[in-house]
């Protein structure tokens, strides 16, 4: 049974940071990709950033140059670093393992991350 424990998030003034962990237990950590998602109320789940067991990584358009993923597989956890945030950054963060684009575990709880203006 896979856990995903994310924490890290809070209120943060727009321009400010953020570094988001995720921690998995119980899974072949190294081996998968992990992506961070997030989830705004009513919206669907979407992709941030994902990085390959070989350690590249990809980032939506949206966060580019602003937030970096980041894993260490000794740890079993994977980050975000988020800078320059933004009001639009406001959702709940989750991450996940992803096989061919699909989630692989249940959901953690996910960490809120407000930016107010």
């Known amino acids: 049974q896979v856990q995903l424990g994310e924490s890290g998030g809070g209120l943060v003034q727009a321009g400010g940071s953020l570094r988001l962990s995720c921690v998995a237990s119980g899974s072949i950590f190294s081996t998968k990709t992990w992506v961070w998602y997030r989830q705004v109320a009513g919206k669907r789940r979407e992709v941030v950033a994902r990085?390959?067991?070989?350690?590249?990584?990809v980032s939506a358009d949206s966060v580019k140059g602003r937030f970096t993923i980041s894993r260490d597989n000794a740890k079993n956890t994977v980050w975000l670093q988020m800078s320059s945030l933004k009001p639009e950054d406001t959702a709940v963060y989750y991450c996940?393992?992803?096989?061919?684009?699909?989630?692989?575990?249940?959901w953690g709880q996910g960490t809120q991350v407000t930016v107010s203006s």
């Open positions: 990085i390959t067991p070989g350690g590249s990584t």
């Open positions: 996940n393992a992803e096989s061919f684009g699909t989630p692989l575990y249940n």
